[in-house]
């Protein structure tokens, strides 16, 4: 019987699956990580857990004068230890960097991205647990946010251009494997922030073969 391989997805509302313009949320199999794990289920990969950690406004290393508890950085080795062992930890982080109280750059972001990766891999999990490998995706590039959110990204859209490029350098810096999710989907029509539920189901049937790859490629290790 294959061994069942855990994926740890740790990330923020486009993920979390914030119905654009609403408070709600779209159910599991609508969101990408619920995608994503059919698609691998359906395949000849054997049997995949996929665990969601995520948060409305997380960012990468920054935190929300508002809300406690934002700043990916500062929980993430918990969440590590907890969910341990894991055969795949896939990052989705970015968008909220770019919130109307901030003056961030690019390169703010994707430093964030680093240090996350590095705390990933510093994680204090039990002994002889691997530490696992890592997907970075970066988000669809912020597109004129509006309606109730408008207010919030104000600006996002023009300083976080260039994003992906500056997170596909950190990751590939660090050795991680990259996926633009700009090659498969925009954000959303509706507030250009979020995902639609068209475009979760876009990117999580992409996604689906780069981590089915992944995983293999961790098996033959």
Not at 2 to 25: A, C, E, F, M, N
Not at 132 to 149: E, F, S
């Amino acid at each position: 019987m294959p061994t069942t391989k855990h994926i740890l997805v740790y990330s923020d509302s486009l993920t979390w699956g914030i119905i654009p313009t609403t408070r709600q949320r779209l159910p599991f199999e609508e969101r990408w990580p619920g995608v994503l794990h059919a698609a691998l289920n359906a395949g000849e990969n054997g049997r995949i857990r996929l665990t969601e950690d995520c948060l409305n406004g997380r960012r990468t290393a920054f935190d929300d004068p508002y809300k406690p508890g934002r700043n990916a950085l500062s929980g993430v080795q918990q969440v590590i230890e907890a969910q341990s062992p894991l055969d795949l930890v896939i990052l989705l982080l970015g968008t909220n960097d770019f919130q109307s109280m901030h003056q961030h750059k690019p390169w703010h972001s994707a430093t964030g991205i680093a240090a996350l990766i590095n705390a990933i891999r510093t994680a204090p999990v039990e002994p002889g647990m691997p530490v696992p490998p890592i997907l970075v995706i970066a988000p669809p590039q912020l597109d004129n946010p509006r309606g109730p959110i408008g207010p919030k990204f104000e600006g996002g859209d023009v300083a976080s251009r260039g994003l992906a490029q500056a997170i596909r350098q950190v990751s590939g810096d660090a050795g991680c494997a990259f996926f633009d999710s700009n090659t498969v989907t925009t954000s959303s029509t509706h507030d250009g922030v979020h995902l639609d539920a068209d475009q979760h189901h876009a990117l999580g049937v992409a996604l689906a073969p780069v981590v089915a790859k992944l995983l293999a490629d961790g098996a033959a290790d």
